[in-house]
């Protein structure tokens, strides 16, 4: 008996422009930013996210996670369940901008920054700007990766 593997890939990412930009060297303040428009379907993210789930790979958001760093969270910590909630929570009008997130010194990932007023104890937007709390997240995937990577999630300010 003859077996054989295949190979699966996993699906692109959810793209809306592609190619994907040309990243500037170095990236600067200047530089930062690819498009006002989204560079990923957020119904697709949140598709993707609900299949293959998310990844946090930046150290700040780490500890903005742990109620530590810069940018806390309130604390307790924030679990995994809130973070995508927040996502989840996105709609297309808390769309910032596309831009370079730097994941580490040499790693950048082009990512869509949203801000969203979010309510932690009912895990979904406030529509109240007295409630909740404004947040600032930004998000990419790596070229064919079916994880999402959050690289902010923080208090907007």
């Given amino acids: 008996m003859l077996l054989t593997t295949a190979k699966i890939a996993p699906p692109p990412a959810p793209r809306y422009q592609w190619p994907r930009a040309e990243r500037p060297d170095p990236v600067t303040d200047a530089n930062r930013i690819i498009s006002d428009d989204p560079i990923y379907d957020l119904a697709k993210v949140r598709e993707m996210i609900k299949k293959h789930g998310f990844v946090v790979l930046n150290d700040d ?42 994941l ?43 994880k999402a990577v959050i690289c902010r999630l923080h208090p907007a300010y």
């Fill in 61 to 102: 958001t780490d500890e903005a996670k742990r109620g530590r760093g810069r940018n806390p969270l309130p604390a307790p910590a924030w679990s995994d369940e809130e973070f995508e909630a927040v996502i989840m929570s996105l709609t297309e009008n808390d769309h910032e901008n596309a831009q370079w997130c730097a």
């Fill in 104 to 146: 580490n010194v040499n790693t950048y990932l082009d990512c869509d920054s949203y801000v969203i007023r979010f309510s932690r104890s009912r895990k979904k937007r406030s529509s109240d700007p007295q409630q909740g709390i404004k947040l600032y997240v930004k998000f990419g995937f790596f070229p064919n990766g079916s």
